[in-house]
């Protein structure tokens, strides 16, 4: 069992900058493969970037690579979503997920995951 909490979210100017922490307040989530998802308004949820701890793998959505770093502190018990050069297509609701299965690498789609946080909003401005 984990329970997840997104912050970092907020108001960004198109090209700026947002770094999101998703931290686990129960749980140990370097066990856990964790993804970042997120949702616009009147869109279905979609996956943006996933970790293995495990296996030492990161994965991305095609339309985030080279802007958005995925990344985890163990000590803190918290992964991180670097997002660079942002675009107004940005704006969305950003989700935190864990796999309650180990041994996944590579998992992007939302019934997938098991533990879900709150959400986070970020919108950028054009």
């Known amino acids: 069992q984990v329970q997840l909490v997104e912050s970092g979210g907020g108001l960004v100017q198109a090209g700026g900058s947002l770094r999101l922490s998703c931290a686990a307040s129960?749980?140990?989530?370097?066990?856990?493969?964790t993804g970042w998802f997120r949702q616009a308004p009147g869109k279905e949820r979609e996956f943006v970037a996933g970790i293995s701890r495990r296996f030492d793998r990161t994965f991305y959505k095609d339309a985030v690579k080279g802007r958005f770093t995925i990344s985890s502190d163990n000590a803190k018990n918290t992964v991180y979503l670097q997002m660079n050069s942002l675009k107004p297509e940005d704006t969305a609701v950003y989700y935190c997920a864990a796999d309650a299965d180990q041994y996944v690498v590579g998992a992007d789609r939302v019934d997938e995951y098991e533990y879900w946080g709150q959400g986070t909003q970020v919108t950028v401005s054009s």
């Open positions: 129960e749980g140990t989530l370097s066990r856990y493969p």
